[in-house]
Structure formats: C-alpha cells, structure tokens
C-alpha cells in the first residue's frame, strides 16, 4: 500500500510505504523528512537519503512524535547531486553528491552528536582538523560479493529467479543485484570481470544460495586488495551441496587465466551455515592458490594480511589516521618513552607497531581474533620491531587477567569495533589509570557515548579531528584526545 501526500498521521504505520521529501541530513546519513500536524512537525528519518531527495520508504517504527524507516526507492533526485559513471551500490548511497558536499553532511551531523550526546557545548573550539580521503574513487582494499537465486533488475526494477552476484538490493538478505560493471568503489579491473565469473559459475550447473529456502551451492566471493604490489587475494565461499560437482581445477584455472600476475592466492570456503546473517569469514578453508595473504606497506613498515584479518580499508587514508593518532599519542607526553602504551582492539597490529618503532616504550596489543595477531606477531618480527607484545583474547578478559599493569600504563589506544566499547571494559580501561588515551572510532556516536564516562572519571577531551575514510557513504571516523 502506498500514500500520496498529503498523509495523516494515522496512514503511517508499520509496514507501509509512505512518500517524502528529505529536507536535512541527521548522524549517520539519516534523512529527515517533516510532517506538518496540529501538534507540530511529525519526523520521519530515512536512512541513506539526503536534503533534496524524494524517496518511498517502508516505516519500520512509530512513535510518538518520530517514525524510522526504511528506504524503498528513490523517486526524484536531489539538485544536489551529479551523475557519477558508475553502477550505483546500495554501500554507496552518496555516489552522485559531490565530496565537498558529503563532508559538510558528515562535519555538521558530527559535531551535533557530540554536542547533543556528550554534552561538549564547546566542541567546535577544540576541534583540531577534517581530514579527507585521498583518493574519492577506487579506494577499497577488501570487498564482499553475494550470490543468490533471487536477483533484481535495475532496468525493469523487478525481481527475477535465476543466478546473480553482485551486492544485496538495499533493505533485503535476500535479493542480489548483478554487478555489471565498476561500482567505482574497489578495483576497477575486477569489477569489470566480475561477470565473468558469474558466467563461468553459472555454467558450472550449480545453484546460487537461495536464501528463504536455504539451499544452493555458491555463496560468497570476497576480494582483497595489496596497493603494494596490486595483487589480489580472492576466496569462494560455497555449501557442501553437490561440491563433487564442482570442478576446482577448472575454477583455478580460469581464474589465473582471468586475472594473470595479479592473483596472488585463491581460497575456497565451506559456509553450511543457513543462518540469515552467516558470515563469509566462517568455514574450513583451502588454498586452491597461491599464497593466502598479500603484503602491503603503511608508514614504511609491511604487514601480512589474510583475509579474514582486520586491516583499514581505505589504506591510503589509514596512513593518515595513524598519523594523527600517533601525533595525539605523543602530544605532550614526554613520559611515553619510560611507560607502556596499550594497544585495545589492535587487529593486525598497525597503530601499535607504529607507536613502538617511533618510541622505546613497551607496547602491548591486544585482540580477539587469532588470526589478526597472528599477522600481528610475524609483521612485528619482519619489521624488527623488538618492544611490542600481541595477545590474543577477550578486551574486557584480558584486562582482568593482567592487573598488575593498573597505574603502569601511560598511554592507552583505543579502537574498538562499530558497536564500541563495552560498558564494562571502558571503567576497566578507566581504573588502569593511563594519563592519555586516543580514543579512535569507526562511530562517533558510541564515542560520544562513551565520553560522558571518561569525563565523569576526570579525563578532559583535548582534541578531535573527523577521518573520511569512506567516501559516498555516510560512514566517518574520529580520532580524540583525552588526558587526566
């Protein structure tokens, strides 16, 4: 069911589509759109829209005086936006909005989260610098293909049943949209020949996953990228359904044949998970390839990386973000030499590694996934960095486990997950007592969340700068400074 404007009230409810005009941009690239009632504006959020856009949207809550939903389809373009020659993503709402504009989104958005969430009136005083991508287009080093048996058409904007790959229709698990050519996102090479591949997939006579049924055979096909040397580390992620009829030599060598040099391992998976949200990364894995990591270099010193370990995305950017974080790690702390500094959540390793082969100080990181500190402790003894230490566990565990580094600690990192830090890991990072912590984070919300503790237990924010590491999406990270 669809409204027409003007709407009443009563027509939104759960489930139905409504059609509004977006008039501003909150946190998180939350359209807003306004309702004139009796009792005042009724809001509508849409996520991924922007000022000037007129959108379907499924309302998913109501409340009061606000209502979320869900985005449908977009039905008039903003004036605002600019066709960019790519194939629009549903992971790149901005595409067509130029960059100066996106960063004025992001910048506004932010700084109001941190006034409204913690409290910081003077926020723009200590705000240090935005820092912009490097590069706009082509920027991602990983990215993860989906297959289905339910595709959607982007010309006719209908569903089809068959065999598709590409990435998910906006607001469903279930329905894949084709990936034709260059999202202008990742590597343009392989994007092109994605197809390609979908081609010699769906010759093979195996099904794509079909996921209301929970049956199918090809699953996943997720890329990394080295800027290094620009190689790429690809895996296939597939069922046990049928697998005698798949025939991996083939697969190998068409791939080899496809990509040349540039193919530095090739993996496949088995993924029997039928869980709505199963995750690529689970599953025994195989080298069909190759090696199963790439190299790359940030701030002169190389990492290995596998595929299931945590590595920026954006590495060019990443080098800017340790440079900042690194900077507020040493702003006026001349005791970092004598102390130890406390790398939380350090995946691979890179801030800590950075942090050690700049100071004398002991560095200890500390992680959840083992294979991250794996590529953590061999990047550390290939880069002859002797003063740092990985372990691989629980955050908030390890904190207990290890006390008597309470009140040693001058410096603590922090860069937690999207979710942020848990409530009880924060008051154990608090009660270690470190003069400094660098709190970086992939959401400035929970951030802001979580400042309102720190100021509680006596630290001050000194700084705060914004990192684009995402361009065309509503994605922004920030790095801040806290002393005691």
Same mark, same amino acid.
């Given at each position: 069911?669809?409204?027409?404007?003007?709407?009443?009230?009563?027509?939104?409810?759960?489930?139905?589509?409504?059609?509004?005009?977006?008039?501003?941009?909150?946190?998180?690239?939350?359209?807003?759109?306004?309702?004139?009632?009796?009792?005042?504006?009724?809001?509508?959020?849409?996520?991924?829209?922007?000022?000037?856009?007129?959108?379907?949207?499924?309302?998913?809550?109501?409340?009061?005086?606000?209502?979320?939903?869900?985005?449908?389809?977009?039905?008039?373009?903003?004036?605002?936006?600019?066709?960019?020659?790519?194939?629009?993503?549903?992971?790149?709402?901005?595409?067509?909005?130029?960059?100066?504009?996106?960063?004025?989104?992001?910048?506004?958005?932010?700084?109001?989260?941190?006034?409204?969430?913690?409290?910081?009136?003077?926020?723009?005083?200590?705000?240090?610098?935005?820092?912009?991508?490097?590069?706009?287009?082509?920027?991602?080093?990983?990215?993860?293909?989906?297959?289905?048996?339910?595709?959607?058409?982007?010309?006719?904007?209908?569903?089809?049943?068959?065999?598709?790959?590409?990435?998910?229709?906006?607001?469903?698990?279930?329905?894949?949209?084709?990936?034709?050519?260059?999202?202008?996102?990742?590597?343009?090479?392989?994007?092109?020949? &994605?197809?390609?591949?979908?081609?010699?997939?769906?010759?093979?006579?195996?099904?794509?996953?079909?996921?209301?049924?929970?049956?199918?055979?090809?699953?996943?096909?997720?890329?990394?990228?080295?800027?290094?040397?620009?190689?790429?580390?690809?895996?296939?992620?597939?069922?046990?359904?049928?697998?005698?009829?798949?025939?991996?030599?083939?697969?190998?060598?068409?791939?080899?044949?496809?990509?040349?040099?540039?193919?530095?391992?090739?993996?496949?998976?088995?993924?029997?998970?039928?869980?709505?949200?199963?995750?690529?990364?689970?599953?025994?894995?195989?080298?069909?390839?190759?090696?199963?990591?790439?190299?790359?270099?940030?701030?002169?010193?190389?990492?290995?990386?596998?595929?299931?370990?945590?590595?920026?995305?954006?590495?060019?950017?990443?080098? &800017?973000?340790?440079?900042?974080?690194?900077?507020?790690?040493?702003?006026?702390?001349?005791?970092?030499?004598?102390?130890?500094?406390?790398?939380?959540?350090?995946?691979?390793?890179?801030?800590?590694?950075?942090?050690?082969?700049?100071?004398?100080?002991?560095?200890?990181?500390?992680?959840?996934?083992?294979?991250?500190?794996?590529?953590?402790?061999?990047?550390?003894?290939?880069?002859?960095?002797?003063?740092?230490?990985?372990?691989?566990?629980?955050?908030?565990?390890?904190?207990?486990?290890?006390?008597?580094?309470?009140?040693?600690?001058?410096?603590?990192?922090?860069?937690?997950?999207?979710?942020?830090?848990?409530?009880?890991?924060?008051?154990?990072?608090?009660?270690?007592?470190?003069?400094?912590?660098?709190?970086?984070?992939?959401?400035?919300?929970?951030?802001?969340?979580?400042?309102?503790?720190?100021?509680?237990?006596?630290?001050?924010?000194?700084?705060?700068?914004?990192?684009?590491?995402?361009?065309?999406?509503?994605?922004?990270?920030?790095?801040?400074?806290?002393?005691?």
């Amino acid at each position: 069911m669809v409204f027409q404007k003007p709407m009443e009230l009563a027509e939104i409810k759960r489930g139905n589509i409504i059609e509004v005009k977006i008039t501003d941009v909150a946190f998180g690239g939350k359209g807003i759109a306004k309702i004139a009632t009796e009792q005042g504006d009724f809001v509508v959020f849409v996520p991924n829209t922007f000022t000037g856009q007129q959108v379907s949207a499924r309302v998913v809550k109501k409340r009061k005086k606000h209502a979320e939903c869900k985005l449908v389809e977009i039905l008039e373009k903003s004036d605002l936006e600019k066709n960019a020659p790519y194939q629009p993503i549903s992971g790149a709402p901005y595409v067509n909005l130029p960059i100066e504009i996106q960063k004025e989104f992001k910048y506004n958005s932010c700084i109001n989260i941190y006034k409204r969430i913690a409290k910081v009136a003077n926020i723009e005083e200590l705000f240090d610098e935005y820092i912009e991508s490097p590069e706009v287009w082509h920027y991602r080093n990983k990215m993860e293909y989906s297959f289905s048996a339910i595709g959607y058409d982007l010309e006719k904007k209908e569903e089809f049943d068959g065999f598709a790959l590409g990435f998910k229709k906006r607001g469903t698990w279930w329905i894949v949209e084709n990936l034709e050519k260059d999202s202008g996102i990742f590597d343009k090479e392989f994007e092109d020949k &994605l197809k390609e591949i979908r081609i010699f997939c769906i010759n093979s006579g195996l099904p794509a996953w079909h996921p209301p049924k929970k049956i199918g055979f090809f699953r996943y096909l997720v890329v990394r990228k080295s800027y290094k040397t620009n190689q790429l580390l690809i895996k296939l992620v597939t069922s046990d359904t049928n697998i005698e009829n798949f025939d991996f030599t083939a697969f190998t060598n068409f791939m080899t044949n496809l990509f040349g040099n540039r193919l530095a391992g090739l993996l496949h998976t088995i993924n029997n998970d039928i869980g709505d949200n199963a995750q690529s990364r689970l599953g025994d894995e195989t080298l069909l390839y190759g090696k199963p990591v790439i190299e790359e270099d940030l701030l002169g010193l190389n990492f290995e990386i596998s595929m299931q370990s945590f590595f920026q995305t954006n590495p060019k950017c990443a080098e &800017l973000l340790y440079n900042k974080t690194v900077e507020y790690a040493l702003e006026n702390n001349d005791k970092i030499n004598d102390g130890v500094v406390m790398d939380l959540f350090c995946g691979t390793g890179t801030i800590g590694q950075i942090i050690a082969s700049k100071t004398s100080a002991k560095v200890i990181g500390v992680d959840i996934v083992k294979d991250a500190i794996e590529n953590a402790k061999e990047n550390a003894i290939k880069n002859n960095i002797k003063n740092v230490e990985f372990f691989a566990s629980d955050v908030n565990k390890f904190l207990y486990e290890y006390p008597e580094y309470q009140n040693k600690i001058d410096t603590i990192i922090l860069d937690p997950p999207r979710a942020g830090i848990s409530g009880k890991a924060l008051r154990r990072v608090i009660e270690l007592n470190a003069n400094h912590i660098v709190y970086v984070s992939c959401n400035p919300s929970t951030q802001a969340r979580d400042m309102e503790e720190l100021f509680a237990a006596g630290y001050q924010l000194q700084k705060l700068s914004l990192v684009d590491q995402f361009p065309h999406t509503a994605h922004v990270e920030a790095i801040a400074l806290f002393t005691k």
